[in-house]
């Protein structure tokens, strides 16, 4: 979740009138979206369709929305910056609220091609609720924000590797040795750790699918777990520990925790070469390739593509 400076502060604490409230339904579950009465009205239509086009690729990670009722409230922001959507954030309630502070001069197309929504939309998908070890749910939802762009045709699973190799990358030059994540976590932003603590719990999402996906011949993976983790746990609050307790409980295997221990006790982004070349990822001079004879790039390119086609 992104932090921007006091104007936006500013703007939380009283935000612009909302003037239209929108329905989006996928059976008997229902998101509703509000407009602020701030925003252009021949915005509105592009502003909508990015909403939808979004809250798809979240379904299609296991065929339902993570909640029954959520909302999305949007609300203009003009900047001068280059950033279609400078700030959002995800309150957890009843219902969960996902808050974006847009450009009001963006079209569809910026938005849709903007990574924020689908980081935002991906803290959904498991009952975090901000207990601490804040590395597990930003490194999930930095994650999934690429696997869901790939998967609803942003840009292609090479760009999808790529765009985590260089995460990785950034995450692997912001160091602190001196802190274990669990230590630096809580002062990201007092130590300006951001890459390492979001890129440190990136590299724990994807060595667990991938490892998931390799043990049980692509049978299981995060998503596949995730699934599970909703139908039991949805509406619980849990820490980040008891979500790996309850992954490695709902797939039989001793794979979560033990990773969790090994990132969080972590003093430097753990090396991820070795993985991507057991995927068939080949790099040259920091650039992606993929071997698509490599035994494994059936499961390398699972990761890539939608568990429900469409997302409908």
Known sequence: MRRCH????????????????????RGDQHLEIDLSEQLPQARRDDVLGWIRDTADALAAVHGRWPRDRWRVRIYPYNTRGSDPVPWAQVNRGDPDVVSFYIDPRASRERLSNNWTAYHEFAHLLIPYRGWGD????????????????????????REMWQRL?????RGRTNRRPDLSLAELSP????????????????????????????????????????????????????????????????????????????????????????????LGIELENGAVILRN???LADIRGSIARPVVPGGR
Not at 6 to 17: A, E, F, R
Not at 136 to 154: H, K, W
Not at 165 to 169: E, L, M, R
């Open 165 to 169: 190799h260089d995460g990785f990358i």
């Open 6 to 25: 006091l104007l936006i502060l500013l703007l939380l604490l009283s935000p612009p009138l909302l003037a239209e409230r929108h329905y989006y339904q």
């Open 293 to 295: 004879t490599h035994p």
């Open 134 to 157: 804040m590395w597990y749910s930003e490194g999930f939802a930095s994650y999934y924000q690429n696997l869901l762009q790939a998967r609803q045709g942003v840009f292609d699973e």
């Open 187 to 278: 002062s990201m932003r007092e130590n300006r750790s951001f890459m390492r603590v979001y890129w440190s719990g990136a590299w724990y999402w994807f060595r667990a699918d991938t490892e998931l996906r390799r043990r049980s011949g692509g049978k299981q993976s995060v998503d596949t777990a995730l699934a599970a983790l909703n139908r039991c746990c949805a509406d619980a609050a849990m820490s980040a520990r008891e979500i790996a307790i309850e992954l490695d409980r709902l797939t039989g295997q001793l794979l979560f925790v033990p990773l969790f221990d090994q990132v969080a006790g972590s003093r430097a982004l753990p090396p991820f070469e070795e993985q991507f070349a057991e």
